[in-house]
Nanobody
Framework: QVQVVESGGGSVQPGGSLSASCAVS????????MGWHRQAPGKERELVAQ???????DYAGSVKGRFTISKDNAQNTLFLQMNNLEPEDTAVYYC??????????????WGQGTQVTVSS
């Protein structure tokens, strides 16, 4: 079983910065992709940013240039640095991890989410 636990987030005024992290644990053979998604009230969950096994990064157009995704391979930890935040960034942010367990079963796991609120 793979566990995904987010931390960070919080509340900030427009233009401010927040960060979030995601710790992944369990019997993992290989992680294929790690990413952040978000869901605002009344809206569908959307991809914010992700890192592929080969190192490629994808960002949603709305956050490109403001958010930075990074990871610590040794610790299986994913980070999201959010700068110049806008009220439209208010949402619950979820970490998603996909890969293979030590017994070579595929997994696609989600964390419990962390709230980001941007308001004046």
């Amino acid at each position: 079983q793979v566990q995904v636990v987010e931390s960070g987030g919080g509340s900030v005024q427009p233009g401010g910065s927040l960060s979030a992290s995601c710790a992944v644990s369990g019997s993992i053979f290989r992680i294929i992709a790690m990413g952040w998604h978000r869901q605002a009230p009344g809206k569908e969950r959307e991809l914010v940013a992700q890192i592929h096994h080969g190192g490629g990064h994808d960002y949603a157009g709305s956050v490109k240039g403001r958010f930075t995704i990074s990871k610590d391979n040794a610790q299986n930890t994913l980070f999201l640095q959010m700068n110049n935040l806008e009220p439209e960034d208010t949402a619950v942010y979820y970490c998603n991890v996909a890969g293979y367990t030590s017994d070579l079963r595929s997994f696609n796991s989600w964390g419990q989410g962390t709230q980001v609120t941007v308001s004046s």
